[in-house]
């Protein structure tokens, strides 16, 4: 299970964290990332940190996004920054484990975080 936490309503220009921590039984974490779902669009990948810590960014957000994560705590973050209202929209956590002797892929959605940025 995710738990995500850390959306809110900010202006343009400022900041906001997220935070998405994994409970219950869960194998070897591989990759954790963040999507984002704008009003009336697709969900697309924000950002993503594979296990030895190898992070990929939408060219949207490069240079104000910054994706960590604390293996000990099974948690991931995204720090946002310079937030802009293209930035609205309910963000999701993800993270893909393997699991058992057969490390077989497992795949966790967030329930989503609502961010809104206005102008």
């Known amino acids: 299970q995710l738990q995500a936490s850390g959306g809110g309503l900010v202006q343009a220009g400022g900041s906001l964290s997220l935070s998405c921590a994994a409970s219950g039984s869960i194998g070897s974490i591989n990759v954790m990332a963040w999507y984002r779902q704008p009003p009336g669009k697709t969900r697309d990948s924000v950002a993503t940190?594979?296990?030895?810590?190898?992070?990929i960014y939408a060219d949207s957000v490069k240079g104000r996004f910054s994706i960590s994560r604390d293996n000990a705590k099974n948690t991931v973050y995204l720090q946002m920054n310079n937030l802009k209202p293209e930035d609205t929209g309910v963000y999701y956590c993800y993270l893909s484990s393997l699991e058992g002797w057969r490390k077989e892929l497992a795949e966790y959605w967030g329930q989503g975080t609502l961010v809104t940025v206005s102008s």
């Open positions: 940190i594979t296990s030895n810590g190898m992070t």
